[in-house]
């Protein structure tokens, strides 16, 4: 455990600090069809040169709209339409889609990151913030307690368990990123888990602060050179009623090499 403990990068690293309460070029497109229906798909790609000044922006390919036009014709008629690389690329960012969309529970919303190769599900209702220092931030505007959060570290690690047992990380991420100094922390549960044979660590603990407290879940793993840590909660007067929704999102995150 010396080496998490005595990280840098991690303690330097903003996680959200979630218990508190807080050019374009020209677009192309192309037509597909089937049974006299026509569905217009549009591609646009987004620029990185103002990274610093915002969220990240990635590549942004119509998933939704290319799933749909490539479920309605087949790739013959498609591949008449689309120049040779760009096809690979739909039919690659669709297959990828598909295994996403297959496993979307109703009432959850899917995130897909093809360039940090992860993914999981949301609440429906849940917005989009941005934190800085997260990659991905979702919550319920309504009750400012209820978000989902991702963020990644570089790590010569090539494995969670290299770190230490479930217990001596998860106590040492509680206690020194994932909540404050100022709150009283308590780790419930910390347990390991096997999607794919890759290893996860799954915990559940709990943040208290003068005012309220936070009933969390996190997972973390390690995969293409980075440190993964997905966090998600609630308030603990609603804990009972969210619990089952924000297993679902934590059993939902998973990642693939990139």
């Known amino acids: 455990m010396a080496s ?3 990280s840098p990068a991690i303690h330097r690293t903003p996680f959200p600090n979630s218990f508190s ?3 374009l070029q020209k677009p192309g497109q192309f037509r597909c069809w089937k049974r006299g229906v026509s569905l217009l798909v549009r ?21 939704g709209a290319i799933a749909s036009c490539v479920s309605l014709v087949n790739q013959t008629s498609i591949s008449a339409l689309v120049p040779s690389i760009m096809m690979a690329d739909i039919l690659r960012v669709h297959t990828w889609y598909g295994s996403v969309a297959a496993e979307t529970k109703k ?3 899917a995130v897909m990151d093809k360039k940090d190769g992860y993914s999981f599900l949301y609440p429906f209702g849940w ?4 934190i800085e220092g997260q990659d991905k931030v979702f919550k319920d505007v309504i009750e400012p ?3 989902v959060s991702v963020n990644m570290i570089p790590t010569v690690k090539q494995d969670i368990r290299e770190l230490g047992s479930p217990q001596e990380v998860a106590e040492a991420l509680i206690k020194k990123v994932l909540a404050p100094p100022s709150q009283k922390t308590k780790l419930v549960e910390a347990v390991e888990r096997d999607v794919d044979g890759k290893a996860y660590y ?6 208290q602060a003068p005012n309220f407290t936070r009933h969390a879940l996190s997972t973390i793993t ?4 980075k440190f993964y840590t997905l966090t998600t909660g609630a308030n603990q007067r609603r804990w009972e009623k969210m619990k089952d929704k924000l297993h679902t999102v934590i059993d939902s995150f998973q990642i693939v090499n990139v």
């Not at 591609?43 to 998933?63: C, F, I, K, M």
């Open 107 to 109: 009432g959850f919303l």
């Open 202 to 207: 799954t915990f559940e603990f709990t943040a």
């Open 21 to 23: 309460q807080p050019g």
């Open 222 to 225: 390690i995969g293409n050179g």
């Open 127 to 130: 917005q989009e913030v941005v």
């Open 4 to 6: 998490l403990q005595n």
């Open 43 to 63: 591609a646009e790609q987004v620029s990185t040169a103002n990274r610093e000044d915002g969220p990240r922006r990635r590549q942004v390919l119509a998933v």
């Open 145 to 147: 307690l209820e978000s």
